[in-house]
């Protein structure tokens, strides 16, 4: 019985291969719909604007992109906080009133999601306002 089963997973897994190579290759011709190219181009065109205005903003390339990086770090740490304190809140709530370790663990979470929140949102201030006021 294990032989025949063995016999007939190697001959679905060997159909299976020709079946999806003769897919590649037919697809190989088109990687990308041209409308997601386009997508693709018109995006990579607004995010070279974005930093050509940074760095014209700024005066010059090395601070222009530094403030073009905090400004993607400033956006993205939102939601991605939001879920680590949801995470901590959910240990320190929910598992925690069975297991006082998980407790600690969810108050630790909880901080420090705060406070690297914290941090991101004012980084991005604390390096404009050094920028145009402590350069002199």
């Known amino acids: 019985m294990k032989r025949i089963t063995i016999i007939s997973l190697l001959i679905i897994a060997i159909i299976a291969t020709f079946a999806i190579s003769n897919i590649v290759q037919a697809k190989q011709t088109t990687i990308l719909p041209e409308e997601t190219e386009g997508q693709l181009v018109q995006l990579k065109k607004d995010q070279t604007k974005q930093i050509e205005d940074y760095k014209v903003k700024y005066g010059s390339d090395a601070y222009g992109i530094t403030a073009y990086v905090l400004n993607i770090i400033r956006i993205y ?47 991005p201030l604390a390096f404009a306002v050094f920028v145009k006021f402590g350069r002199g």
């Open 77 to 123: 740490s939102i939601p991605l906080c939001f879920l680590g304190i949801a995470i901590g809140a959910i240990h320190q709530y929910v598992i925690g009133i069975r297991k006082l370790d998980t407790l600690e663990k969810g108050m630790a979470l909880m901080v420090t999601f705060v406070t690297v929140l914290i941090v991101c949102q004012i980084l």
